[in-house]
């Protein structure tokens, strides 16, 4: 089945550092991939959409500036937190829609802790 | 816009108990409807899916059903073990757009 493999599983870093979260779709096309942020103890939220050669697309309250994204290939995502603060901390994660439309597959997510 | 409501949780059970997880959702159209589940310090999962009205989602003793006319996709498992401790997230995605996802329900099953 499709798989996509997200980048590192965790990572801690120093406040003030930059940190890149990769998301890789390895035998399917991802024409669009969402990203997503969990909160401890709390629901999936979606943070922003990327289709593939395009700016992604933020929802309601995600600084662009501070997460950028980029969607450059068919088979890779990145998001890089920058300028990390503590209140950044949460769990990261990808979803990756298929060529046609239809499937959509999770990453493992990525676990970010800012000290 | 779209949203999901489920049962929060934290839910305890014993070991063989039945379990349900209430999931409601409102949506204009009709939307495909998901159950995600999400072990201790790991992504999701996908449990089970339905896609139109009628269809029933089944995976690894978990069963929903989608039902267009009272807008649930209830999850339900005749025997619970210890291992089905987990979050479960109820899920919806309309005309390919992203997912919303429920609060989660968090299940924990005592031996």
């Known amino acids: 089945g499709a798989v996509v493999s997200q980048h590192p599983s965790w990572v801690i870093c120093k406040s003030g550092t930059s940190v890149k979260i990769e998301c890789r779709s390895l035998?399917?096309?991802?024409?669009?991939m969402f990203w997503y942020r969990q909160f401890p103890k709390q629901s999936l939220m979606l943070m922003a959409t990327s289709n593939e050669g395009s700016k992604a697309t933020y929802e309601q309250g995600v600084e662009k500036d501070k997460f950028l994204i980029n969607h450059a290939s068919l088979t890779l995502s990145t998001l890089t937190v920058t300028s990390a603060h503590p209140e950044d901390s949460s769990f990261y994660i990808c979803?990756?829609?298929?060529?046609?439309?239809?499937?959509?597959?999770f990453g493992s997510g990525t676990r970010l802790t800012v000290v | 816009g779209n949203s999901v409501t489920q049962m929060e949780g934290p839910v305890t059970l014993s070991e063989e108990a039945f379990l349900t997880i209430n999931c409601t959702y409102t949506?204009?159209?009709?939307?495909?409807l998901f159950w995600y589940v999400q072990y201790p310090g790991e992504g999701l999962q996908l449990l089970l899916k339905?896609?139109?009205?009628?269809d029933k989602g089944s995976n690894k003793g978990f069963e929903a059903t989608y039902r267009k006319e009272t807008t649930s996709f209830h999850l339900e498992k005749g025997s619970v073990q210890v291992s089905d401790s987990a979050v479960y997230f109820c899920?919806?995605?309309?005309?390919?757009?992203?997912?919303?996802f429920g609060p989660g329900t968090r299940l924990s099953v005592l031996p």
């Open positions: 339905a896609t139109k009205a009628d």
């Open positions: 979803s990756a829609r298929d060529r046609g439309g239809s499937g959509y597959t």
């Open positions: 899920a919806l995605t309309h005309l390919g757009q992203n997912f919303v």
């Open positions: 949506a204009t159209g009709y939307p495909s």
């Open positions: 035998d399917f096309q991802a024409t669009t």
